[in-house]
């Protein structure tokens, strides 16, 4: 597959992925040619040597794996760590409010998004719905609002004439309301939210309960420059990583490996991962220790299991703006298209260290693929990953990655078409590796 292609496959798969629930839904649809089983945590598992299995926590985490022939005390897990959310806007209970005869939606902020890039955009709704089903019992659905529905339209600069010197600054509970729809009179129809849920999913709306609604961009990804080196899309961080380890993994010669293959991708890494289905929660705990026993593993065999294993912690990287130079550490610069790039923090805000650095360092060498290190400016404070929180939640040796991009956290952001081709290919070596 050409680099153009499989990033065409990387835009595709965003571009039908915009809420954490679309993501999971978009993994499993992949899985599908390949004989991978969905697993239910509530029942007993029963799993081959060989055998293909995934499991899903509150719709938006999801965690496959490939279970070798060789015993988890010649080969630990291999697992690749990503994040299926990506920061916003997300929906209030209250949904809309009425101002002025116009409709608009309250939204609350989600991680840290840089909130001016979501002004002038064609903005529409993405998530799930619960409603009670025919069986009076509680069920989803997914919702995506295919059109346009939503915009912040930015105040003129007559209305704010420093706004080229001082920066568009919006404040979180006046100004970020959405604009809807206008009313004809000045009275909100009663359920009106609920009726628009409605007309979209079919449900009736005296059936609806609750739901979880992000706001997403419609504009689809591009490849973009002279020579269609870049592209662009939301959500590169981090679907560019959770893609490049599917993308990895789906391949039969890594497939028909011997050794046990994890990818782990979990929701709320944005906001601290904190939760039932984040990093900081039980899932993968659960579905390692499962797996393990499945196997028939003695129970006090899995702490050894797990000092055997490998975490490779991916997620995106900061590329160098020469527009901004004083934003980077000079000497630990790293370039669009240059390959990926070891994080490293010596307080552990990315779990890298000189042993796991060396052996992704060895990967890379073995896939031929170039490499880079990125390391923070000392005045300024840096970001963090899974990486650091599975690590020592699980005792297990990890390395934190990622391919260089630029305006993380913005609603279109952008990144090298090499760079996802060069991390596919490490992440195969990696899950091949027979050490």
Same mark, same amino acid.
């Given at each position: 597959?050409?680099?153009?292609?499989?990033?065409?496959?990387?835009?595709?798969?965003?571009?039908? =992925?915009?809420?954490?629930?679309?993501?999971?839904?978009?993994?499993?649809?992949?899985? !599908?040619?390949?004989?991978?089983?969905?697993?239910?945590?509530?029942?007993?598992?029963?799993?081959?040597?060989?055998?293909?299995?995934?499991?899903?926590?509150?719709?938006?985490?999801?965690?496959?794996?490939?279970?070798?022939?060789?015993?988890?005390?010649?080969?630990?897990?291999?697992?690749?760590?990503?994040?299926?959310?990506?920061?916003?806007?997300?929906?209030?209970?209250?949904?809309?409010?009425?101002?002025?005869?116009?409709?608009?939606?309250?939204?609350?902020?989600?991680?840290?998004?840089?909130?001016?890039?979501?002004?002038?955009?064609?903005?529409?709704?993405?998530?799930?719905?619960?409603? !009670?089903?025919?069986?009076?019992?509680?069920?989803?659905?997914?919702?995506?609002?295919?059109?346009?529905?939503?915009?912040?339209?930015?105040?003129?600069?007559?209305?704010?004439?420093?706004?080229?010197?001082?920066?568009?600054?919006?404040? !979180?509970?006046?100004?970020?309301?959405?604009?809807?729809?206008?009313?004809?009179?000045?009275?909100?129809?009663? /359920?009106?939210?609920?009726?628009?849920?409605?007309?979209? =999913?079919?449900?009736?709306?005296?059936?609806?309960?609750?739901?979880?609604?992000?706001?997403?961009?419609?504009?689809?990804?591009?490849?973009?420059?002279?020579?269609?080196?870049?592209?662009?899309?939301?959500?590169?961080?981090?679907? $560019?990583?959770?893609?490049?380890?599917?993308?990895?993994?789906?391949?039969?010669?890594?497939?028909?490996?011997?050794?046990?293959?994890?990818?782990?991708?979990?929701?709320?890494?944005?906001?601290?991962?904190?939760?039932?289905?984040? $990093?900081?929660?039980?899932?993968?705990?659960?579905?390692?220790?499962?797996?393990?026993?499945?196997?028939?593993?003695?129970?006090?065999?899995?702490?050894?299991?797990?000092?055997?294993?490998?975490?490779?912690?991916?997620?995106?990287?900061? $590329?160098?703006?020469?527009?901004?130079?004083? $934003?980077?550490?000079?000497?630990?610069?790293?370039?669009?298209?240059?390959?990926?790039?070891?994080?490293?923090?010596?307080?552990?805000?990315?779990?890298?260290?000189?042993?796991?650095?060396?052996?992704?360092?060895?990967?890379?060498?073995?896939?031929?693929?170039?490499?880079?290190?990125?390391?923070?400016?000392? /005045?300024?404070?840096?970001?963090?990953?899974?990486?650091?929180?599975?690590?020592?939640?699980?005792?297990?040796?990890?390395?934190?990655?990622?391919?260089?991009?630029?305006?993380?956290?913005?609603?279109?952001?952008?990144?090298?078409?090499?760079?996802?081709?060069?991390?596919?290919?490490?992440?195969?070596?990696?899950?091949?590796?027979?050490?």
């Amino acid at each position: 597959m050409t680099p153009h292609h499989q990033i065409q496959n990387l835009l595709n798969f965003i571009d039908t =992925s915009p809420s954490p629930w679309h993501v999971v839904n978009t993994v499993e649809s992949l899985l !599908k040619p390949f004989q991978f089983s969905r697993l239910d945590e509530t029942i007993r598992w029963q799993l081959e040597p060989g055998g293909r299995y995934y499991v899903v926590r509150d719709d938006s985490s999801i965690i496959l794996f490939v279970l070798g022939t060789k015993p988890l005390l010649e080969t630990g897990f291999k697992i690749v760590g990503a994040h299926t959310d990506s920061p916003g806007l997300r929906v209030k209970p209250n949904a809309v409010n009425n101002k002025d005869g116009l409709l608009r939606l309250n939204v609350e902020i989600y991680g840290s998004p840089i909130l001016a890039t979501f002004t002038d955009r064609d903005l529409s709704l993405a998530g799930r719905i619960c409603y !009670k089903n025919e069986h009076d019992q509680i069920d989803s659905q997914l919702i995506k609002f295919d059109k346009p529905l939503l915009r912040l339209p930015n105040l003129a600069i007559h209305m704010n004439r420093t706004v080229n010197e001082d920066g568009l600054k919006l404040h !979180k509970q006046n100004e970020l309301p959405l604009i809807l729809s206008a009313l004809s009179d000045q009275q909100l129809p009663p /359920d009106y939210f609920f009726s628009l849920l409605q007309q979209q =999913s079919g449900i009736d709306s005296t059936r609806l309960l609750s739901w979880d609604l992000a706001v997403y961009d419609t504009q689809k990804g591009v490849i973009w420059g002279a020579q269609e080196e870049f592209y662009s899309n939301s959500q590169l961080d981090n679907l $560019a990583s959770c893609h490049a380890a599917l993308q990895a993994l789906l391949d039969e010669a890594v497939l028909n490996s011997e050794n046990t293959l994890v990818c782990a991708f979990f929701d709320h890494e944005e906001i601290g991962s904190e939760s039932k289905q984040g $990093a900081d929660g039980s899932f993968l705990p659960d579905v390692l220790q499962r797996i393990a026993l499945a196997n028939q593993t003695d129970p006090q065999d899995f702490p050894r299991i797990l000092a055997l294993s490998f975490l490779i912690s991916a997620d995106m990287a900061h $590329a160098y703006h020469p527009n901004f130079p004083s $934003a980077y550490d000079h000497d630990h610069k790293v370039m669009v298209n240059k390959g990926p790039a070891i994080k490293m923090n010596v307080n552990q805000r990315y779990s890298s260290e000189s042993i796991s650095e060396a052996m992704f360092i060895d990967w890379c060498n073995q896939a031929n693929v170039p490499y880079q290190h990125y390391s923070h400016r000392g /005045d300024l404070p840096c970001g963090s990953t899974i990486g650091p929180i599975t690590s020592a939640k699980l005792g297990i040796r990890s390395v934190d990655v990622g391919n260089p991009m630029w305006a993380m956290h913005s609603i279109r952001e952008s990144a090298g078409v090499s760079d996802h081709d060069y991390m596919v290919k490490v992440l195969q070596r990696f899950f091949l590796d027979t050490r």
